[in-house]
Structures are given as C-alpha cells and as structure tokens.
C-alpha cells in the first residue's frame, strides 16, 4: 500500500501563486507515476497535472498549462504542484494520486490509470 497526504491548500487572491505538495509513503517503490486531479463543486473530477519517473516525463492539462508546475523531490518521495496566476476557475479540492506501473502519457491523464489517492486539500481563489 502508499499512503500519499497532500499539504498546502488555501486562500489566495486571483492572480497569486500557491504551491501544494503530496508526500508518499508505504510501498514506494511501486509508484511509477504521479498526478494531481481536482474537482469543483458540482463538477466531475478533472485532470490537472502528472510526471511519469522513468523516464522523467510531465504532462499538463491545457487548462493550466504555462501556469503550473509539477516535479517530485525523489529523497523523498514528494510531489509538488506549484500553481501561478491563479484564477477563479482553479478553485476546487485538489488530489494527489500515484500509480503503478508503466501507462503513456495520454493514459496518465484518466483517473482510472492512478490506484492510490489522497484525501484531498482546497485551494480557493478569490477573483
């Protein structure tokens, strides 16, 4: 098992930057990937962002990209999502999830594809 716990959420005016992390644990060794999702009220669970280990990979949804940043800390075993030029829209409940294995880039973008989750940290962005 992995347990991943995500930190960093908040409130942040629109325009501003706000930096989340996601810290594994347990069985690693396993994780082959890694990605944040986030869902809004009333809307389904959506891709953001995720990085593939090996080799280094990173994929955006075109939502957010220019804007954030995904990269992980190997010593560990850290994800972060460094979010700038935040706007309204970016506010939602933000997960961590790993997965396992080998998936393309294009899978690593479908819930479906990530085993372990986070519980989850909000990120609200005044406009």
């Known amino acids: 098992q992995v347990q991943l716990v995500e930190s960093g959420g908040g409130l942040v005016q629109a325009g501003g930057s706000l930096a989340l992390s996601c810290a594994a644990s347990?069985?690693?060794?396993?994780?082959?990937?890694m990605g944040w999702f986030r869902q809004a009220p009333g809307k389904e669970r959506e891709f953001v962002a995720a990085i593939k280990w090996s080799p280094t990979t990173t994929i955006y949804a075109d939502s957010v990209k220019d804007r954030f940043t995904i990269s992980r800390d190997n010593a560990k075993n850290t994800v972060f999502l460094r979010m700038n030029s935040l706007k309204f829209e970016d506010t939602a409940v933000y997960y961590c999830a790993a997965g396992k294995g080998f998936y393309t880039t294009a899978a690593m973008k479908v819930s479906g594809a990530y085993t372990y989750w986070g519980q989850g940290t909000q990120v609200t962005v005044s406009s």
């Open positions: 347990g069985r690693t060794f396993s994780i082959g990937f």
